[in-house]
């Protein structure tokens, strides 16, 4: 069982910057796609951006050019860089493992973007 630890979450001021950090536990982090989505109340979870073992990248189009996904293998940690933050990221950010047959979430950091 992997488990994921995120961090990093805060109240920011619009325009602000936040950047998130996801830890992993295990040895399959470096062979696994790693996401962050993120969900509002009442709102399905969203997909926010993708990470490949060799480090190629999706983003959805509202936070394109805006956030960033990285991951450092020696550390086991995919981080998100966001930036230009708008009251509409406001919510809760879930990082993901996907390896085969593993799906795995962690517990899910708030980010409140509110003046």
């Known amino acids: 069982q992997v488990q994921l630890v995120e961090s990093g979450g805060g109240l920011v001021q619009p325009g602000g910057s936040l950047r998130l950090s996801c830890a992993a536990s295990g040895s399959i982090f470096r062979s696994a796609l790693m996401g962050w989505y993120r969900q509002t109340p009442g709102k399905q979870r969203e997909l926010v951006a993708t990470?490949?073992?060799?480090?190629?990248?999706k983003y959805t189009d509202s936070v394109k050019g805006r956030f960033i996904i990285y991951r450092d293998n020696a550390k086991n940690t995919v981080y998100l860089q966001m930036n230009s933050l708008k009251p509409d990221d406001t919510a809760i950010y879930y990082c993901n493992l996907h390896f085969g047959l593993i799906n795995s979430w962690g517990q899910g950091t708030q980010v409140t973007v509110s003046s």
């Open positions: 990470i490949t073992i060799g480090g190629s990248t």
